[in-house]
C-alpha cells in the first residue's frame, strides 16, 4: 500500500491531513495543477468564478492600476477607481439602491451591513431596533458576528460561547418542509414565521432582516417559492425593518438575473455582493444600500463608525470594475439564465442513482441533495461523509464540486454545489454530467459495500 500523500510545507492547510495539489495556473473553465492535470472548475471554487479563469482584460487592467496608483487609505482619499466601481454597480442593482460601501471579505461584508443598519436605526431615533433576524440552514461567514447570523449547526458548534444569541427563522426548504407541509398545503408558513418572530421579539426591537435568495453552502441552491420574498419584504415593511439580501453567492449573474431578489422583483434594502463581483481575482465585497440608509448617516452624525484598511481599495476597484465589463460585454447573465436551463436538464438524468434525492437550482447555480432512502427523505449518517466521498471521488476525476453537509437539520444532510463559470457551453455542462455519472456509479458501489 502507498502511503498517502502529504502537503510538506509551512502553510496551514483548513484540513491538515488532506493533500492539497499546486494550482498551477488557469483558463477559462479550466485549472491545471503543476502535475498538468486538467479539472474542469465546476464550482468556480466556492460559487465565485463568473467570467472565467485568465482573463486577459482583467490582468492588463490589474497592471494599469498597479503602476499607477495601488493603495490609497479611505480615511484620506477617493479614487477613480472606486467611484467608477460604485457607478456601475449602482446600474447594476434595482432601482434606489445609490450607494457602496466597500470591503475585502464576505463576513466583513455582512458585519457591515449589519453595524450600518443598527447605526441607521440609532441615526432615525430608533435606538432601541438592534435585532438581527436571520435563518436556519443558512450561511452568512465564519467570523463571530457573520456566524451567529448563520444558521449552521455544525460550523456554530465550537464557538457558541463566543458568539451573541440571535433570532433565526425556520428556512424556505419545500424539499423538507420545516412545518411538515406538502406543497398543495403551503401558505408560505416560513415566511409568516418571520413576522411571528418579530411579534415575539417586539417590533421595537428588529433592526433588520437577514437572508439569502436562494441558499448556497448550507443547503445546496434553495430556492424559495414565489411569494415568499414579496411577502417577507411585506412583513419587513409592516415591522419597519431592513431587508438585507446577501447575495455573496447569487450576485453578479449567477442565478441568471443580476441579482437573486430579481427573480421576485424584490428591492432590498441593502444588498451584500462579492464572489462573482471580481470572479476571484482580487478580494472585493460590497454593501449596497438605499440612499435613505446613506442620508441618514451623513444627515445625523455624519460618520459611519466602522470602517477597513483596504475598504475602498483603488486596485481591487479597478480589477473588479473590468470584471464587471466583461461580464455585461459577453452577456454573461443571461448566458447564465440559458445554460442554467440546460445543466438543469442534462442534471434530471442523475435521478437515476437512488441516493439522488433532490436537484434543483437557478441559472448557474446548480444543488444536488441525497437521501439515504428517496421515500422518507433520510439522509445518510454524518459518519459516512458522503458530501466529500462524492465531491474528492469527482476531484479524482477531474471536475471540481463544492459539497456541504448539515442541510436536514443542520447536523445530518448532504449536497453538492455545482455553479461552474458562466462561459461554460453545453458540451462542457454535457461532460460534468457525464463525470458526475460516474462518480455517482462509484460512490454508490462504495457506500454499498459500507
Ligand atoms: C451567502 C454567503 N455570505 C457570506 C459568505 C462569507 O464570505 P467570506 O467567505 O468571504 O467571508 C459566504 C461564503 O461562502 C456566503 O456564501
Not at 15 to 20: I, T, V
Not at 323 to 333: A, G, P, R, S
Not at 410 to 437: F, Q, R
Request: with cysteine; proline share 5%; charged share 20%.
Amino acid at each position: 500500500m502507498t502511503a498517502p500523500r502529504r502537503n510538506n510545507d509551512h502553510v496551514f492547510y483548513r484540513s491538515p491531513r488532506k493533500f492539497y495539489p499546486t494550482a498551477e495556473r488557469a483558463e477559462g473553465i479550466y485549472i491545471y495543477d503543476a502535475e498538468g492535470k486538467r479539472y474542469l472548475d465546476g464550482s468556480g471554487g466556492a460559487v465565485v468564478v463568473g467570467i472565467g479563469h485568465g482573463v486577459k482584460e482583467v490582468s492588463e487592467a490589474m497592471t494599469r492600476q498597479a503602476s499607477r496608483i495601488a493603495f490609497a487609505h479611505g480615511s484620506q482619499f477617493t479614487t477613480e477607481a472606486a467611484i467608477e466601481l460604485a457607478s456601475k454597480l449602482v446600474r447594476f442593482a434595482p432601482g434606489g439602491l445609490t450607494k457602496v460601501y466597500f470591503l475585502s471579505g464576505g463576513s466583513e461584508a455582512i458585519e457591515t451591513a449589519i453595524k450600518m443598519a443598527r447605526q441607521y436605526q440609532i441615526e432615525r431615533g430608533k435606538p432601541s431596533k438592534y435585532k438581527v433576524i436571520s435563518r436556519w440552514t443558512s450561511y452568512h461567514g465564519n467570523t463571530l458576528g457573520a456566524l451567529a447570523l448563520s444558521g449552521h449547526t455544525g460550523r456554530r458548534r465550537h464557538y457558541l460561547p463566543l458568539m451573541q444569541h440571535t433570532p433565526h427563522i425556520a428556512p424556505a426548504y419545500c424539499y423538507r418542509c420545516p412545518f411538515g407541509l406538502l406543497p398543495e398545503q403551503c401558505s408560505l408558513e416560513c415566511a409568516h414565521d418571520l413576522e411571528k418572530t418579530i411579534l415575539y421579539e417586539g417590533p421595537d426591537s428588529v433592526s433588520a432582516f437577514l437572508a439569502e435568495p436562494i441558499v448556497g453552502a448550507t443547503a445546496g441552491a434553495l430556492v424559495p417559492r414565489d411569494g415568499y420574498f414579496q411577502k417577507i419584504k411585506e412583513i419587513c415593511d409592516r415591522y419597519d425593518v431592513l431587508l438585507i439580501s446577501d447575495e455573496v453567492m447569487t450576485g453578479m449573474g449567477r442565478t441568471g438575473k443580476n441579482f437573486g431578489m430579481d427573480h421576485w422583483n424584490v428591492v432590498p434594502d441593502m444588498i451584500v455582493v462579492g464572489k462573482g463581483l471580481s470572479s476571484g481575482y482580487t478580494p472585493i465585497y460590497s454593501v449596497i444600500v438605499k440612499a435613505a440608509i446613506h442620508d441618514a448617516i451623513k444627515e445625523g452624525s455624519g460618520t459611519f463608525v466602522h470602517g477597513h484598511t483596504y475598504s475602498q481599495n483603488p486596485l481591487s476597484s479597478a480589477v473588479a470594475s473590468a470584471v464587471m465589463d466583461y461580464l455585461t460585454k459577453h452577456d454573461l447573465v443571461k448566458k447564465s439564465a440559458q445554460m442554467g436551463q440546460y445543466l438543469l436538464e442534462a442534471l434530471q438524468r442523475l435521478y437515476r442513482h437512488a441516493f439522488a434525492g433532490d436537484i434543483r437550482g437557478r441559472g448557474l447555480f446548480a444543488g444536488i441533495e441525497f437521501v439515504k432512502d428517496r421515500k422518507t427523505k433520510a439522509p445518510f449518517d454524518p459518519k459516512v461523509k458522503l458530501n466529500a466521498l462524492i465531491a474528492n471521488r469527482a476531484f479524482e476525476k477531474g471536475l471540481i464540486t463544492y459539497p456541504g453537509g448539515g442541510g436536514a437539520d443542520g447536523v445530518n444532510g448532504d449536497h453538492l454545489l455545482l455553479a461552474p463559470p458562466l462561459i461554460i457551453t453545453e458540451k462542457e455542462i454535457d461532460t460534468m454530467v457525464s463525470i458526475l455519472d460516474e462518480t455517482f456509479a462509484d460512490v454508490s458501489r462504495e457506500v454499498g459495500k459500507a
